[in-house]
């Protein structure tokens, strides 16, 4: 389900780049064995040595030019072209996108903002099925490489440019995706999820997005652990932006940028030291004693 | 029989001497030059990405643009040394021992002279602009610091070919340290023009 | 004829001892000081790529902390490229080029013991980084701002970018050296159009460093500027780009690419004519290929950068730009084809590694050509498939074939033949270690594995090959290690070499295995690209021999010749050994060191230093020399 092949498309982007590749994969193939059947043939069929043959051969020459010019001259504007004709189809200005989402890489998890920045959650994105979705990506921090193999082409996130890309997923499931570019320690567990689901659910869950968290013993307990120093939760009345934002936490699928499942047991152990889990990450172990942390749990599983 | 007479007739069956080509030094100090072109090339480029990547106006944030006036009279008198340079090399050509220190002298004072007047004018600049400002700054402070690098780097050259002049050390026939000296110093001026263009009148366009 | 030889003993003959070691500068001692050396930076980097593929062998594995692997990678990469495969091919190079073309030394003997001891002194350089855990860790193309003080405040990028400075001294004095050495010092008689294609590519490769090198020394230059000095280039908060790194690095890294592939090419087009008994075919087609690649070279940068949502229009010329780069490469594989499909192939170890290097380099320049699609390379870079994509280019173009040129030079350097059944099983051990590591990478980038990472989680399909990846590592390491073992043996037990044991058709076959110093007792005269096939030529120069003609025994002496026709010129003297490019060396570590440690003083001390050395090596009377 979570799947991150590029040969396995859920848009039509990804099925055109799929598409070349099978392309581009056949005519290596045929290259790859004529080139080696004359190899052979070279090497296997005369043997044995001897004075040196000094001639030039007028026919080896011409060989030559067919061989290594001609054949691969058209080969390749042939390539060129497929490649060319299949641009429109990754290139965000070619569609005429539906909604926008805006998405910025930090090390090592993605934020990411829903209509105009006014709705905010972390390394997950939902969009609705055949609706053509505009990521708008930048940095605070690093270069980034946005990278959702079944949706469509990487788009690299970089610090003062705002790039594109069209994630248009033609049918509903989890979309595995993963940071591309080299960005410092955490580079590896950089992970987010798209979600890609029928447009009513996608509604339902964009408006429960928007709902603030209720006043509660749990949100203190947050905030008195010191949680909301670095962590956001709509409602809360602290918004730092440092790190990731846990409104509706208990709804994720997955706990520090893709590196765990969300399961209460998971998250305990998360917050319990989440430098053995994700050494170099900028969350410190906090030292909570045992009964803290499992409010934590329970009440951030609770976020629904 | 010379070796190269003998060679020469071995590989070659007519009477005519073979032209003389250039010698290893001079194809070691153009290369050189090559390279260190290609520096100030891609410093220069790196100065016009930035450039036109920046919104706005160039110099950006209100910046004034560079003062023309010293700047002209800098490469002019660098340019001018090129032709005492010039001078000095085509005397010892012709064995002129008097052109080649006098042309030296001529040339390195020249240099110096701009070399000073760079000093003053990075003073100047540095009132409004340096290098910590913004990229536009840095890129300016680089490219002109390379020079002067480059610069110092050319008169030490000279003030060493000119001791060796004053021993008598070149002549007629054996002047490769004078050519390949000659050869920086023009690449020195080059530079020199290419960034009175690029840093100095291209912003006014 | 005994006098001659006797004399040209006397003067030629190095003193033996350190002092001799730290002066010589006769290019063949350099040559396998460059081959050592680089050897011994390959095996550091290789146990770098062992380490991490043990990592890789499965999921989550815990062996080494990311940290550590972050410095892994970066100096695998750099090593590799820069301390390495240059050098390596340097080391051929500086062997080859002066018994190539039939002189006795390179154009500025000093000049390349200094590129020797800079290119020493800069990877211990880098490599010093090693004990104190702060080694280079942000890549080899260490992108900004990742390597900016604020995300890597350690000295890490400051080993990186001044390491990659210095020795960028050393690379561009060589390649200077090579062209100049290449233009005048060929042989008489042996004019553009008959010299080796060995020297064609060391000629090309050579302009490519000249005008490759001074972006890499720009970009690295900024980057330390911007560290420690409070400058400004790549930060758009105060009107620079990031993308300008890119742009300066990958205007030297893709001809950088050409660099190290070019000279390997030149390696195989020795090779096949050779073991395929014949002369080989389209040697115009082949000299213009190799030219051509060094120029193409420099217009394909941008096809790194596909994915960083440049405009499309820019995009698809240098698309086109970089499928047209398959065009030289198809002359050259199917003009060595054609060779040996009209010759009487003979199957020995370097000819083994030759035809390894077709198959994996046809698959590496398939690949290649997929990355020039655009689409498919914005889908597929920074993933696995360019790691197997590169690796079959480089390791395919460039070791393959210097693995060809070890054991085909081999009874050339050390008098002695390599173990001939011991070299086919490095072969097979390799060819196939090779393919096992590589191969699966493939696989694993299109299922959307990235590179670069330290870890990955199971359950996306990526297990099973990173296992075989890292099981062929193991079997590549065996190979690589039978070979230095068979060279270890070789050089205390092997048969003793005759001058030619192959047949050869270039000049070094034509002198003593090992040479002597002064490499030809007399100049030779070439007629053809095939000299050492001309026998009636080569006894002509026996015959010289006998009578003193064309000898130049007044002192390290040779001959120079005109650019294009090779027509005999004048009787150069060549410099002997000095100490000054060793101090010169020294004087330029002691600058770089204070640079990095932040002692001005130091640094400031070191130029006065380079300045002195520069002078004690212009002092004696050289200017006769220099004529």
């Known amino acids: 389900m979570r799947d991150q092949s590029t040969l396995k498309p859920a848009s039509h982007a990804a099925q055109a780049i799929a598409d070349l590749w099978w392309i581009l994969f056949v005519v290596s193939v045929i290259v790859f064995f004529v080139v080696v059947a004359l190899l052979l043939v070279g090497v296997l069929r005369r043997r044995g040595g001897g004075e040196p043959d000094r001639s030039t051969s007028r026919g080896a020459t011409k060989f030559v030019a067919i061989a290594g010019v001609v054949v691969p001259a058209v080969v390749v504007i042939s390539l060129f072209f497929a490649s060319v004709a299949t641009l429109p189809a990754v290139s965000p200005a070619g569609k005429n996108a539906r909604m926008t989402i805006d998405v910025v890489g930090r090390q090592w998890f993605w934020d990411v903002y829903y209509r105009s920045r006014s709705i905010r959650t972390s390394n997950e994105i939902h969009i609705p099925v055949g609706v053509p979705v505009e990521i708008r990506v930048t940095s605070d921090d690093v270069i980034h490489s946005l990278w959702v193999p079944r949706l469509n082409r990487k788009i690299d996130v970089i610090p003062g440019q705002t790039s594109s890309v069209v994630f248009d997923a033609n049918k509903a499931g989890v979309f595995r995706g993963q940071c591309a570019e080299f960005c410092g320690v955490e580079h590896g567990n950089m992970a987010l999820l798209v979600i890609a689901e029928p447009q009513t659910r996608f509604d339902r869950w964009l408006t429960n997005e928007a709902k603030p968290a209720p006043a509660s013993a749990g949100l203190s307990a947050f905030v008195g652990s010191g949680c909301s120093g670095c962590h956001a939760i709509s409602g809360a009345p602290q918004q730092s932006r440092f790190g990731p934002d846990l409104s509706h936490f208990g709804l994720r699928q997955t706990i520090g940028a893709g590196t765990l499942t969300n399961t209460p047991e998971q998250l305990a152990d998360w917050i319990r030291d989440p430098q053995r889990i994700k050494p170099g990450n900028k969350m410190p172990k906090l030292g909570l004693p045992e009964p803290e942390i499992q409010a934590l749990v329970r009440y951030l599983e609770s976020l629904q | ?205 | 004829m005994e006098a001659h030889v006797e004399r040209l003993e006397k003067v030629w003959a190095e003193p033996a001892g350190i002092v001799s070691f730290l002066t010589s500068v006769d290019h063949k001692r350099i040559g396998i000081r460059y081959l050592f050396t680089a050897f011994a930076f390959f095996v550091a980097a290789g146990i770098e790529a062992l380490v991490m593929r043990a990592q890789l062998a499965r999921p989550r594995e815990g062996l080494v902390s990311p940290e550590t692997f972050d410095q892994l990678f970066s100096l695998h990469g750099t090593t590799m490229i820069f301390l390495f495969v240059t050098p390596m091919l340097s080391g051929f190079g500086n062997y080859l080029v002066p018994l190539m073309i039939g002189a006795r030394d390179m154009a500025f003997p000093r000049l390349n013991a200094l590129s020797y001891w800079i290119f020493l002194a800069s990877g211990l350089f880098i490599y010093s980084s090693v004990p104190f855990g702060l080694a280079p860790n942000d890549g080899w193309f260490n992108y900004v701002p990742l390597s900016e003080k604020a995300f890597t405040p350690d000295k890490n990028i400051d080993f990186y970018a001044l390491g990659l400075i210095f020795i960028t001294i050393s690379t561009t004095a060589g390649a200077a050296n090579f062209i100049v050495t290449i233009f005048k010092l060929r042989a008489p008689g042996m004019s553009i159009n008959r010299m080796p294609l060995f020297c064609w590519a060391v000629l090309a490769t050579s302009f490519a460093v000249i005008f490759a090198l001074p972006s890499l020394t720009v970009a690295n230059t900024m980057l330390e500027l911007e560290r420690n000095w409070g400058f400004h280039f790549f930060q758009p908060a105060h009107g620079g780009d990031p993308l300008l790194w890119q742009h300066l690095f990958w205007i030297f890294g893709h001809p950088d690419v050409y660099i190290i592939f070019l000279p390997a090419i030149g390696i195989v087009s020795s090779v096949v004519p050779v073991f395929s008994r014949r002369s080989i075919v389209g040697y115009e087609w082949l000299a213009l290929a190799t030219v051509l690649t060094g120029i193409v070279g420099f217009g394909v940068w941008v096809h790194h950068m596909f994915a960083t949502g440049l405009p499309q229009i820019s995009m698809t010329f240098f698309s086109a730009a970089s499928f047209m780069i398959v065009i030289p490469s198809g002359i050259q594989i199917f003009a060595w084809l054609a060779t040996m499909l009209t010759g009487r192939p003979v199957l020995k170890t370097p000819f083994l590694y030759v035809l390894g290097f077709v198959v994996v380099f046809v698959i590496g320049g398939l690949t290649g050509v997929m990355f020039a699609a655009v689409p498919f390379d914005q889908q597929t870079t920074d993933s696995y498939f360019v790691v197997a994509h590169f690796h079959y280019v480089l390791f395919g173009g460039a070791v393959f074939p210097i693995f060809a040129g070890v054991h085909y030079w081999f009874p050339k350097m050390s008098g002695r033949m390599y173990h001939e059944l011991a070299g086919q099983v490095s072969f097979w051990l390799v060819f196939v270690g090779f393919n096992l590591t590589f191969f699966p990478m493939h696989v694993s980038g299109l299922l959307g594995m990235p590179r670069r990472v330290y870890t990955y989680p199971s359950g996306l399909g990526w297990d099973a090959y990173n296992l075989l990846s890292t099981i062929g590592s193991g079997v590549l390491a065996a190979g690589i290690l039978v070979i230095v073992l068979n060279v270890l043996w070789s050089l205390r037990r092997g048969a003793p070499a005759l001058s030619d044991p192959w047949g050869g058709n270039t000049l070094e076959w034509s002198t003593s295995s090992p040479p002597p110093h002064f490499n030809f007792p007399v100049i030779p005269i070439v007629r053809s690209a095939d000299p050492n096939w001309d026998l009636e030529d080569r006894r002509q120069d026996a015959l010289r021999l006998e009578r003193g003609e064309l000898l130049l025994v007044d002192g390290h002496q040779t001959l120079a010749t005109t650019v294009l026709e090779g027509e005999a010129e004048e009787e150069l003297h060549m410099p002997s050994e000095s100490i000054w490019p060793f101090v010169l060396a020294l004087a330029f570590s002691v600058v770089f060191f204070g640079l990095l440690l932040h002692l001005y003083g130091v640094a400031t001390l070191g130029c006065i230093l380079v300045a002195g050395s520069i002078a004690g090596w212009h002092r004696p009377q050289r200017e006769l020399q220099d004529q």
């Open chain 2, 1 to 205: 029989m010379t070796t190269v007479a003998y060679a020469r007739r071995a590989t070659e069956p007519t009477t005519e001497a073979a032209p003389r080509s250039a010698s290893n030094g001079w194809w070691g100090m153009v290369l050189l030059v090559a390279t260190e072109g290609t520096l100030f090339a891609v410093l220069l480029a790196s100065y016009f990405y930035v450039r036109f990547k920046t919104s706005g106006g160039w110099p950006p944030d209100g910046i004034a643009d560079p003062k023309l006036l010293r700047a002209f009279v800098m490469t002019v008198l660098l340019t001018a040394s090129s032709f005492f340079m010039y001078a000095a090399e085509s005397g010892i050509r012709r064995g002129r021992q008097r052109a080649l220190v006098l042309g030296l002298g001529a040339a390195f004072l020249l240099g110096l002279a701009f070399l000073g007047l760079q000093i003053w004018e990075t003073v100047v600049v540095a009132r409004e602009l340096t290098p910590r400002t913004d990229a536009y700054g840095s890129l300016f402070f680089t490219v002109t610091g390379a020079h002067s690098a480059h610069l110092v780097a050319g008169l030490l050259l000279m003030a060493w070919i000119q001791v060796r002049a004053w021993f008598g050390v070149y002549s007629q026939r054996r002047h490769l340290g004078v050519q390949m000296a000659a050869i920086y110093w023009y690449f020195v001026v080059a530079v020199q023009l290419a960034i009175f263009v690029s840093l100095y009148l291209t912003p006014r366009i």
